[in-house]
């Protein structure tokens, strides 16, 4: 009940802006954590033994007003690696600050329209980031389903942009959203685009949040399609979050990470043996400061 409620408290505070007070708050949930009797309980070897990864949307509001300055943030919080690529900023002259804070760029993304114009620009742009993956993470469709054609349509995208991306040295990865549960035939839509893309050339992200979020389970998902997901948003859903096939939900609805609805330990567990290869938190909700530290704590604390 203490861990509990620390939760609470520290979730609903606002963001946080002087680095002394991130640093003051950090050293408090340390402390409480390491004394709670949730932390004492478990033994055993670490379950989350990656990289600490960040999606950069986790950062959105901050990144546009000062990006060296957010990727300060972003080291002091722990972060060695952060899928994205600087907005506006040259993918040269982002690279080169995350180089200096010894942040890595193992993915970025794209969007769909770039992959489907233009796909050596976007291979140039993520080989000048760094990046061994390019990611997509949005099909457009209308009306807020996707329908069989809009499938159809991105496999031919995928396929097409994915042979591209994988002759220069890259991996693409489509990175399911949530409204590709739709049903066809004896499956989904999201069944449709594994069994008709080529493995040799798409691969795929698997966002824990929006699976669940469509209906998906994400542990039987990669059961099923094995190492054909390389990448992962970690991320959770607030208990008892009203789900559909919109991929889209209020903010309020993305929790630390352990107090929602999903479960994290069997998650990571499989993602293990499936080979996961990066893992990026990522945080949509407007109070970034009070949860991603606790989301951190939370994923250090879980044991085998």
């Known amino acids: 009940m203490f861990y509990e409620r620390l939760l609470e408290t520290l979730v609903r505070q606002p963001i946080i802006i002087s680095m002394k007070k991130i640093l003051t708050k950090l050293t408090f949930i ?7 009797k949730t932390a004492i309980a478990q033994k055993g070897k670490p379950l ?6 960040v999606q950069s949307f986790t950062f959105r509001k901050s990144f546009p007003i000062d990006v060296a300055k957010t990727l300060d943030t972003i080291k002091m919080l722990g972060f060695t690696e952060i899928e994205g690529g600087g907005g506006r900023m040259s993918p040269q002259e982002f690279k080169k600050l995350c180089d200096e804070r010894g942040i890595s760029i193992p993915s970025t993304g794209a969007g769909y329209e770039q992959l489907a114009k233009s796909p050596d620009s976007v291979a140039m742009r993520a080989k000048a980031l760094g990046a061994s993956y390019v990611m997509c993470s949005w099909i457009p469709h209308k009306n807020g389903t996707l329908t069989f054609e809009d499938a159809k349509n991105a496999v031919e995208v ?5 042979k591209v991306l994988k002759e220069q040295g ?5 990175h399911a959203h949530g409204y590709e549960f739709q049903r066809y035939e004896n499956g989904t839509l999201l069944d449709y685009i594994f069994a008709n893309t ?4 798409v691969s795929f992200e698997l966002d824990i949040l ?3 979020f469509g209906g998906g389970d994400p542990v039987a998902l990669m059961k099923k399609y094995g190492n054909r997901w390389k990448l992962m948003h970690l991320k959770d859903l607030k208990k008892g979050a009203k789900k559909d096939l919109t991929g889209l939900t209020p903010t309020e609805n993305d929790v630390v990470i352990g107090t ?5 330990p069997a998650i990571l567990k499989q993602a293990k043996k499936t080979g996961i290869k990066h893992y990026f938190i990522e945080d949509e909700s407007n109070n970034v400061m009070g949860q991603v530290p606790l989301s951190i704590a939370y994923l250090k604390s879980l044991k085998e």
Do not use: M, Q, R
């Open 30 to 36: 340390a402390i409480a954590f390491l004394f709670s």
């Open 48 to 53: 989350f033994t990656a990289p600490l990864g």
């Open 158 to 162: 995928f396929n097409k942009a994915g």
């Open 170 to 174: 890259l991996t693409f990865c489509y």
């Open 198 to 201: 080529d493995p040799e050339y």
């Open 210 to 212: 929006w699976v669940h």
């Open 260 to 264: 929602g609805e999903l479960n994290i």
